[in-house]
């Protein structure tokens, strides 16, 4: 079992930064590819980035390009999101996610997640 726990949410006006933290505990021996996903009040949770467990394979999806930046330090079993430029349409509780294996943008692939943190951003 691997257990995750978010921090680093909050409000914060458009254009701002914010940089999530995601710090797993457990049985995280093994090589775990790790996620973030977010959720927007009666919207579906959609993918954000992911990366692999050397850092080598990342991905991001189109809404995020280039403002975001996911990175790890497997050391101190941390993952990190720095979300530059934020926009309004950002707002969502974020999730971090973990899975065993190769980095994927599927939600329905993470075997564990944590509680969420929520992010506003305002206009």
């Known amino acids: 079992q691997v257990q995750l726990v978010e921090s680093g949410g909050g409000l914060v006006q458009a254009g701002g930064s914010l940089r999530l933290s995601c710090a797993a505990s457990?049985?995280?021996?093994?090589?775990?590819?790790m996620g973030w996903f977010r959720q927007a009040p009666g919207k579906e949770r959609e993918f954000v980035a992911a990366i692999s467990w050397s850092g080598n394979t990342i991905f991001y999806a189109d809404s995020v390009k280039g403002r975001f930046t996911i990175s790890r330090d497997v050391a101190k079993n941390t993952l990190y999101l720095q979300m530059n430029r934020l926009k309004p349409e950002d707002t969502a509780v974020y999730y971090c996610?973990?899975?065993?294996?190769?980095?994927?943008?599927?939600?329905?692939?993470?075997?564990?997640w944590g509680q969420g943190t929520q992010v506003t951003v305002s206009s």
């Open positions: 996610a973990a899975k065993r294996g190769l980095a994927t943008t599927s939600a329905t692939a993470y075997n564990y």
């Open positions: 457990g049985r995280t021996d093994s090589s775990y590819a």
